[in-house]
């Protein structure tokens, strides 16, 4: 079975200073691993995927992560926030894009 | 559409009703999901459809819920004698028809923004 923890639920940064989401994951298998956005009031947009290939993927927005397999891990990060980057993020993983496992979300609070 | 598009944003039931939400996926997408999502917590898988077949059903509650995908209609997720537990976020996803692995067209769900239902 698939797992996806995101151990921090409330992230709180200045405008303009960096952040890193955490996103851990546990698969007996292989799997694909995303990070989704979600605006209040809205459904869930994809920032960016991990499918095979360059560990470190970039995304909308100016948001990157690096999938680190030995670690198991998916963190997302940006080198300058926005206000507009408040929002909740969630990561996910899917085996074989049927179902797809989502962490519990970070709120981005992004202070001026 | 180039948007999932569910319907209604918000329906309110008194427990013990009946609720229906609907989903139309984008065009040309032959998968569907539903997903239900509680106090802003974690998305719990549901079911998901390839075109009008179920594809898997593991995460539906065994009683009370049921989906449907028919041709040329909208996807349906239906609850019935609602209790006060579903009150939650339905999300409805689709995506284009792929094989069980990534290809050059492999893409992930797009999502609609939602039916929030409330129990009273």
């Known amino acids: 079975a698939q797992s996806v923890t995101q151990l921090d639920s409330q992230v709180p940064v200045f405008e303009e200073a960096p952040v890193e989401l955490r996103c851990n994951y546990s698969?007996?298998?292989?799997?694909?691993l995303f990070w989704y956005v979600q605006y209040p009031n809205q459904g869930l947009q994809l920032l960016l995927k991990?499918?095979?290939?360059?560990?470190l993927v970039k995304g909308i927005n100016g948001f990157e992560a690096e999938f680190n397999k030995s670690q198991t891990s998916f963190h997302l990060r940006k080198p300058s926030v926005h206000i507009s980057d408040t929002a909740e993020y969630f990561c996910a993983v899917t085996y074989n894009f049927n179902k797809f496992y989502f962490g519990s979300g970070t709120k981005l609070n992004v202070k001026p | 559409g180039e948007e999932v598009a569910q319907t209604p944003k918000h329906l309110v039931r008194g427990e013990g009703q009946k609720a229906k939400l609907y989903c139309a996926p984008i065009?040309?997408?032959?998968?569907v999901f539903w997903y239900q999502q509680v106090l802003k917590n974690e998305f719990k898988f549901l079911i998901s459809f390839q075109n009008e077949n179920v594809f898997d059903e593991t995460g539906m509650p065994k009683e009370r819920f049921s989906a449907k995908c028919l041709p040329n209609s909208p996807c349906s997720l239906e609850i019935q004698a609602t209790k006060l537990e579903d009150s939650a976020v339905y999300f409805c996803?689709?995506?284009?028809?792929?094989?069980?692995?990534?290809?050059?067209?492999?893409?992930?769900?797009?999502f609609g923004d939602g039916t929030r239902l409330s129990i009273l």
């Open positions: 698969s007996s298998v292989s799997v694909y």
């Open positions: 065009k040309g997408h032959s998968y």
């Open positions: 991990y499918l095979s290939g360059s560990t």
């Open positions: 996803a689709s995506s284009q028809s792929y094989g069980r692995g990534p290809s050059p067209t492999s893409q992930p769900q797009h």
